[in-house]
C-alpha cells in the first residue's frame, strides 16, 4: 500500500504565492518521476510540472519561470513553489509518483494523492 498526501492548497489573490508539498510512504522499493498534475472544472487533467530522481525537471509552458518543482528524495518528498498565481491557475492539484513498488513480486509504481484545492482571485 503507498499513500500520497498532499498539503499546501488554499485561496490567494492574482500575484500571490502558494507552496504545494506531497509525502510518499508506505511500500516503495523507489520513486523515479514525481509530478504535479491539475485539474480545472470541465478540464482535462494536465501535467504542471515533473521531477526525477537525478533532478530533470520539466514544467509546462503556461507555468514556466513562475513554478518551481522541488524534491527530497530521502524523505519522499516533492514540493511546488507557485508564485505570480493567475487566476487560470485555479484547479485541484495532484501529486503524482511513478516508480517501483516493494513486495515480491516487484510492482509498478503509479500512485496519485487526493488532490488539493488551489483557488486564485482576481
Known amino acids: 500500500q503507498v499513500q500520497l498526501v498532499e498539503s499546501g492548497g488554499g485561496s490567494v489573490q492574482a500575484g500571490g504565492s502558494l507552496r504545494l508539498s506531497c509525502a510518499a510512504s508506505?511500500?516503495?522499493?523507489?520513486?523515479?518521476?514525481m509530478a504535479w498534475y491539475r485539474q480545472a472544472p470541465g478540464m482535462q487533467r494536465e501535467l504542471v510540472a515533473a521531477i526525477t530522481g537525478g533532478g530533470s525537471t520539466n514544467y509546462a509552458e503556461s507555468v514556466k519561470g513562475r513554478f518551481t518543482i522541488s524534491r527530497d528524495n530521502d524523505k519522499q518528498t516533492v514540493s511546488l513553489q507557485m508564485n505570480s498565481l493567475k487566476p487560470e491557475d485555479t484547479a485541484i492539484y495532484y501529486c503524482n509518483a511513478l516508480g517501483l513498488m516493494g513486495g515480491t513480486p516487484i510492482r509498478a509504481l503509479n500512485a496519485w494523492g487526493q488532490g488539493t484545492q488551489v483557488t486564485v482571485s482576481s
Open positions: 508506505g511500500s516503495i522499493l523507489s520513486i523515479n518521476t
